[in-house]
């Protein structure tokens, strides 16, 4: 699904800003057709943002079920002729559109886009009222999974992932045009050969396109053009390619024509960067050079807007990575805003692309999550209808992501059960699917601590091992020497088992910014900074290591319990991104400074 753009051809206006807003917090607004009317009893609320914390209601906090938006938005006389998009960036996790009396929309999964043509619905040189309902209802069919919990106190949503289930608008709203015969999509996947690069590039046009001439131009960063060909696929040729390359996010512009006899009536271009990806042994790849990840699992989340996405936050996110020495991140543990991927494609910082599949292991219910244990894999939880929304899930991520240079590797699930037979059923199609949708990207899961290396049988079916460990928290809590043996004998087991890379996706340890010891004791800086450099001196006597990401970056927010004061302390930065004393001490191995 290609981005709205701005050009001769094509016009775009972000309906981003203060809409309406109410809760319903009794679920009859659908029943009572609230869309066909102004919303009564409402209030205003910032597009995108989380709606959780933008009021002091808990009610509104913990609500569970539908809320709605109306906005009202003029659509201009001048777009006659053309066609009228209406596109979502995000709505979690689940929602239906209507313009004006009409139902235009419906899309389940809240971290990836969706849009409807309005050509025919909208009224041009007229106010169109845009309302939706959107519904954080978490189910046993919905990627991530929940259920509800019937109270006498009223429905409480109970979920088995370690972060709070925001819900809302998170991204930002679109109208646009284009041409009735437009490009529709375009697939570019780069390849190196020495000094010489090549794109190959495949169009999809619609609209009765049929017939019209598609050309393609690659230029370079000055805007030199440096390729051209004609025809819905080919390949643009490149010689002395300029590379793009982790810290070096140099990009080409692929611009993209259609042509009816003399004239073009469609254009759209995209940043490409001409770059390789590659498992061989125990050694990720990046245009044939061993690449080590250094950086962090993240999170799409802020005080007061939660996970609603922000420019000026992404860019200070960013410069705290390059300030820290962080090559990579993972967008945990759902696809981030496609923004952030644009941001990381100009600088070069490489990206784990995760799917929203976290939760999906109900053997760690209990403990600081505090839900019921079930059985993860059955009718009755997690199944083929769960499935069919996890290959969804899939498929819409890598449509949305497939041309970012800096997505070197999918990843399909969170910490899932692994160790049964069960599991194995479950992911091999959806492993098998990932590779036909992208054969040039590795495809991998990230395993939890239950599963090891001779436990483990999903592994197998990924290019890489990607392991969250805990050593000297969960696991030897405060004793750093039996928890440096446990994790070094576990990553020997996984290295002899498998000729894979290992990338240690999480490790780290809760810690309160300010609490200090002469001893170090969890939950002190000094114990951060001590168990993270436990770690690095493991994963430098191991060969098969390709990569540490920290968890997390920063605090972030979860559901109320016992083990969580405020969320999730295991940032090296505070929530408000002061850092703790683990930052300096990643800062020093990752910057190679003494």
Partial sequence: MLRPTANAWRDRRTLDGLWSFAVDHDGVGRGQRWWEAPLTGRTEIPVPASYNDLFVDDSVRGHVGDVWYQTSVHVPRSWHGERIVLRFDAATHRAVVWVGDTRVAEHEGGYTPFEADVTDVVELGSENRITVVVDNTLTWESIPPGYVEHTPDGPRQRYYHDFFNYAGLHRSVWLYTTPKAHVSDVTAVTGLDGAQGTVDYEVATAGNADG?????????????????????????????????????????????????????????????????????????????????????????????????????????????????????LRTSHYPYAEEILDHADRNGIVVIDETAAVGLNLGVAGGILGAEAKPTFSDDTIGEATRRTHLQAIRELVARDKNHPSVVLWSIANEPESDTEASRKYFEPLFTETRRLDPSRPVGFVNVMLAPADKCVVTELADVVMLNRYYGWYVHSGDLAAAERGLEDELNAWADRHDKPILITEYGADTVAGLHSVTPQPWTEEYQVDLLEMYHRVFDRIEAVAGEQVWNFADFATAAGFARVEGNKKGVFTRDRHPKAGAFALRRRWRKEI
């Fill in 212 to 328: 019209l001439e598609v050309r393609a131009a690659l230029r370079d960063a000055e805007g030199t053009e440096v390729a051209r060909t004609t025809g819905t696929s080919g390949t643009l040729v490149v010689d002395e390619v300029h590379p793009w390359r982790p810290s070096e996010g140099y990009l080409y512009e692929l611009g993209v024509e259609l042509w009816d006899g003399g004239a073009v009536v469609d254009a759209y271009a995209l940043n490409v960067g001409v770059r390789t990806v590659e498992v061989r042994g125990t050694e990720f790849l990046i245009n044939g050079e061993p690449f080590y990840f250094t950086g962090f699992g993240m999170h799409e989340d802020h005080p007061v807007r939660g996970k609603g996405h922000d420019d000026a936050s992404m860019v200070h996110d960013f410069a705290l990575l390059d300030w820290i020495g962080a090559n990579s």
